[in-house]
């Protein structure tokens, strides 16, 4: 029965080929990743990272050369795969307000075994990763919200004359704030609540009353899944 590349610990890492190190270096980065959103980036160890995948510490060490490098490239991969499945959604052709929940289920599919923050920890133990990522955050941000904005003012779901900019802006900081420790206490699911609740608040805030209609079906359809 053929082995799996990640539990091959007894290979030295010259033996694999080219395909099976970019394998081996994304399962790691898709490991760590997982694991620092669940349990935090201060907690997790180069050995806890090591033990979960099945190989030495040493084999991780071989990719990356210390845990601030790790988590700095698992952060920007795990940014990528978010940002790809959001634009996933972008092009299936729902309105502007199906669109931001079904973008809220991506990002509540990545966050709902965290228990804490892993963005305020980020900030607090890796500023420098959480500066890169929030900077690359924001643009993702402002062309996917702008434009979503700008898409329901056509469909008549929210309203004309709004400052698109301004409004981005708002749901921006609103959405940070709900990863700032000195403002609320977590447990399981907390983040996706207040994210969900921060949602509900922008779009009423810009939403006319065909938009108002819509949002509370999207909020029935949430309440029931």
Excluded: W
Excluded at 99 to 107: A, I, L, P, R, T
Excluded at 201 to 212: C, L, N, S
């Amino acid at each position: 029965m053929e082995t799996s590349i990640v539990s091959r610990v007894s290979f030295p890492i010259f033996a694999l080929s080219k395909k099976e190190k970019r394998f081996m270096k994304e399962s790691i980065l898709k490991k760590s990743g997982e694991m620092f959103l669940k349990f935090g980036y201060k907690s997790i160890t180069m050995d806890d990272i090591a033990n979960e995948l099945g190989i030495s510490k040493k084999t991780i060490y071989k990719y990356f050369k210390n845990k601030v490098e790790l988590v700095d490239e698992a952060t920007d991969h795990m940014h990528k795969t978010m940002h790809t499945e959001v634009l996933k959604v972008y092009e299936m052709g729902f309105n502007a307000i199906e669109e931001n929940f079904e973008s809220n289920k991506v990002f509540k599919g990545f966050m709902q075994n965290s228990d804490d923050s892993p963005v305020f920890q980020l900030q607090k133990y890796y500023p420098e990763t959480y500066k890169k990522i929030m900077s690359q955050e924001f643009c993702m941000f402002e062309d996917c919200l702008s434009n979503n904005i700008e898409k329901g003012i056509k469909e008549g779901l929210f309203r004309k004359g709004i400052n698109v900019k301004q409004v981005m802006k708002f749901y921006f900081s609103l959405i940070m704030s709900v990863h700032d420790s000195n403002l609320y206490t977590y447990n399981k699911n907390t983040i996706n609540n207040l994210e969900l609740k921060v949602l509900e608040y922008h779009i009423r805030a810009i939403a006319t009353e065909k938009g108002i209609k819509v949002l509370e079906q999207q909020l029935a359809q949430t309440n029931n899944n």
